[in-house]
Structure formats: structure tokens, C-alpha cells
């Protein structure tokens, strides 16, 4: 296909609310898949936890926290394998398509009892995702030329779908799990990627441009200053744009140890010392996992409005990236007095609590990852986009794992002293990070 009718047929190509067609092909990809994702991760840890009599493995909480983290921490982790696969074998259209496969083998392999049917799950599932999460999120990049305005805004819309999924996987997914029967809760989640796999192939079509931009940028042209130029040999612009991404990661994995306790401590907390009921209606603890999904659909189109309506006024990324630190940071100060009140007193606390802490959570997670996702694509060479998306995946590996860790410490520390320590860091970072803004810019080059 030549640049002539490439150009052609994105002029004809009908939009999706203003956005390339692909956008929502990819929307819709993600929203399944991350039904599967958080609808089994909404209750893993309580299904790890709970006694064998109920159905459950009965680890107690230190093993189940360790392996809570090691497998969420290596679904981040595979992302680098995932996007050097794309780039040097597979392309991201197929990479996406065998990771969709592999996940759906997974959480129906969770849905039998057997313990080695469970590791196996977990495996695929690692693997499978891995080769679905970076390139699925390069792909919404190159749905967009370079510097098209709209692309911060488009991955907003995106992050959108995400946490649609997000939202509505641990409300099913979790109740048929706590209320029924854990391993229909597996099932749930794998019928769920199923679904996200059939539309995939079904939308290939809005992807064409997409999948046509990433093959060309993997391939190295004769006409270039350099004929040779291996895919790793980088300009000294290039230097300082990855330069500036390892700094983005450093933070971004600070910000991920404190927000990914969602599903370890926040989630035992929840079970364990929150009130499970809203006027007389009761429900499961999974159900907490929604929230802070439920808060991201409902602000996710005012954060988009918000950058493209403030145009150059718009903050630059370290000044998000700082913002977000400081609102993970007080959300786990909001916690401190109600862990007081929860094991002190005695009592279960009110739903108001988590509530609130996942609110301002997310306002912070707004300010970083559509944000940080967006800016991976723009500060990497293209030649190398997708395993750089995997690096920034990375982060929330190294998050993951410690959100696992901590965990551990939930039975055998007090929980003010837990959340307290959490919150501190979190502050700590922000204020190292807004004194290294100046510094930032110049790597970036020009990048905002």
C-alpha cells in the first residue's frame, strides 16, 4: 500500500466519536480482556485465603500474598518478551491474537479444582497476556499520525474501555465466585476473553492502517542515512528520550506499589474489617474491586476534555506524573483512621471509607497511566515501540510484586503504621519528582 492511498483511506474511513474506526475494535478487544483480568483478580486472594472447607486452598495470608504478587508481577513483566516478539516475529495483530488464545485457555484451566490445573491457569494466563497488553496499546498509537492532536485523548477513550471491562468483570466474575461457586468464577472470566478474542478478529479490518504503519516501522529502509542501522542503535535524541522513560519508570513503579494494593491489602481489608452491606443490601467483597474502574469511566472523559481544551496550558507529563503520586499518596493517609477505628474498635468500618480512597487513587491513576502510555509511543523509536510499551508495563510488575509483599504484612503489622508508611513514600516521591521537572524536559527533547 503506498503513503498516496494510506492517506486516501484515512480521509474516506469513518470515525468513532471523532477517532480513527480502529479505536473501537481495539476499545472492545481490551474491555473483555480486562473483564477476565480483574474479574479473577477481584477474589483471587480470597479464594488463595479461604479455607479448603469453603472451597478455597487455605494458604495462609504470607504464601498467598507472595504468589498474588509473583503472578501479577509477572503479567507485567512478560509484556517485554511480548512486544520483542511483536516486533522481531510476529508483528502486534498476531501477538495480540495467540495471547487471546492463551488467556482463554487459562482461566478455563482455573475452572477445574486440581491445585496443578490452578498454576497451569496462571501460567497461560501470564504468557497470554503478555503478548496481549503492549501491543494492543501500540496498536491505538498508530491508529494516529505523528503529532496528531488527538492522541492523548484517544488513549483517555481507551483507558475507558479498560476499565469497562475493569468495572464489570469483578461484579459477575466476583459474585459467582464468592456467591456461588469459585471455579464458575474462573469460567466466567474465560467466557468473557472468549468473547474479546471473536470480536478481535471480527474487527481486523478497522486495523488495516494500523497494522500497515507498525509493519513498515520494523523494517529498515535503504534510503536511510544509515543503511546498516541496527534496531538498537539509537541517535543521541533517541538516548535521552529512553533516558527520560527509565526516570518515568523509576516513579512509575512507586506509584503502581501503592496502587496495586487493590487486590492484596485494600481487598483484605474490604473482606476483613469493612461493612459488607449499603441499606440492608448486602454484597461480596470482591465488589470493591469495581470501584475504582466505576470512578475511571465516569472521569475519564472529563480528564480527555480537560487536555485537549487546555491545549499548550496543558501540564506536562513529570507535572502529571507528580500529581499522581501526591493523590495515591494522601488516598492511603485518608485509610490511616479507619484501620485505627477497624482493628482498635473492632468494628467494621464503613464502605465510605474505600470508597473515598479509591476516589482520589484514581484521579492520580488519570493523571499517570493513559498519560504515561501515550508518552511511551512518543519518546521511543517506532522501530522499538513495542518493547518499550513493555518496559512501562514493567512498572506495574515491580508494583505488583510489591503490593504482594506488603500484603504479607497485613496479619503481622499494624495496619496505621502499613497505610501510613505507604502514603508517606508515595508524598516523598512527588516532592523528589516536581524538583527533577526541569531536568526531565531537556531529555525529553521537546516531548510534552
Known amino acids: ?30 474491555m473483555w480482556e480486562r473483564f477476565s483480568y480483574y474479574g479473577m483478580r477481584a477474589f483471587l486472594i480470597l479464594y488463595m485465603t479461604a479455607p479448603a472447607a469453603k472451597g478455597g486452598l487455605g494458604f495462609d495470608v504470607e504464601r498467598a500474598g507472595g504468589i498474588y504478587g509473583l503472578y501479577t508481577g509477572s503479567v507485567w513483566m512478560a509484556t517485554i518478551g511480548g512486544g520483542l516478539v511483536a516486533d522481531l516475529l510476529l508483528g502486534q495483530y498476531r501477538s495480540v491474537l495467540l495471547g487471546a488464545l492463551l488467556i482463554t485457555a487459562g482461566h478455563f484451566s482455573l475452572a477445574f479444582h486440581a491445585l496443578p490445573f490452578f498454576f497451569t491457569g496462571l ?85 488495516r492502517l494500523a497494522i500497515e504503519r507498525l509493519s513498515k516501522q520494523t523494517k529498515i529502509k535503504e534510503s536511510e542515512v544509515v543503511p546498516k542501522q541496527s534496531k538498537f542503535k539509537f541517535t543521541p535524541t533517541e538516548w535521552k528520550r529512553l533516558g527520560a522513560v527509565v526516570v518515568f519508570f ?41 470501584v475504582p474502574a466505576i470512578f475511571v469511566i465516569t472521569l475519564a472523559p472529563i480528564f480527555a476534555w480537560i487536555w485537549v481544551r487546555l491545549g499548550p496550558r496543558e501540564p506536562s507529563s513529570p507535572v502529571k506524573f507528580t500529581f499522581a503520586l501526591v493523590f495515591v499518596g494522601l488516598a492511603f ?84 503504621k502499613l497505610f501510613g508508611a505507604v502514603g508517606m513514600v508515595a508524598i516523598a516521591a512527588a516532592f523528589l519528582l516536581f524538583l527533577l521537572i526541569k531536568p526531565l524536559k531537556k531529555l525529553m527533547s521537546g516531548i510534552r
Open 1 to 30: 500500500m503506498t503513503e498516496a492511498s494510506i492517506a486516501t483511506s484515512r480521509l474516506t474511513e469513518a470515525t468513532w466519536f471523532g477517532h480513527p474506526r480502529g479505536v473501537s475494535t481495539l476499545f472492545f478487544t481490551e
Open 123 to 207: 501460567f497461560l494466563i501470564v504468557i497470554g497476556t503478555g503478548l496481549l497488553k503492549p501491543n494492543v496499546s501500540s496498536m491505538v498509537g498508530s491508529l494516529y499520525d505523528t503529532g496528531d492532536p488527538r492522541r492523548d485523548a484517544g488513549y483517555s477513550i481507551f483507558y475507558m474501555g479498560i476499565n469497562l471491562g475493569a468495572a464489570t468483570g469483578p461484579l459477575i466474575a466476583g459474585y459467582l465466585a464468592q456467591r456461588v461457586n469459585w471455579h464458575i468464577g474462573f469460567a466466567c472470566a474465560g467466557v468473557g476473553m472468549l468473547l474479546g478474542l471473536i470480536q478481535y478478529i471480527l474487527g481486523q479490518k478497522h486495523l
Open 250 to 290: 523509576l516513579f512509575a513503579s512507586i506509584f503502581w506499589g501503592a496502587y496495586e494494593q487493590a487486590g492484596t491489602t485494600l481487598n483484605l481489608f474490604a473482606d476483613r474489617y469493612t461493612r459488607l452491606s449499603v441499606l440492608g443490601f448486602s454484597f461480596p467483597s470482591s465488589w470493591f474491586q469495581s
Open 333 to 416: 493517609l485518608l485509610l490511616v483512621p479507619a484501620a485505627d477505628i477497624a482493628q482498635n474498635a473492632g468494628i467494621r468500618v464503613s464502605p465510605l471509607w474505600l470508597v473515598g480512597v479509591y476516589f482520589l487513587q484514581v484521579v492520580g491513576e488519570l493523571c499517570l497511566s493513559p498519560v504515561g502510555m501515550s508518552l511511551v509511543t512518543k519518546l521511543s523509536p517506532q522501530r522499538v515501540v513495542g518493547m518499550m510499551m513493555g518496559v512501562w508495563f514493567l512498572s506495574i510488575a515491580m508494583g505488583s510484586v510489591i503490593a504482594g509483599k506488603l500484603a504479607g504484612l497485613f496479619e503481622s503489622y499494624p495496619l496505621v
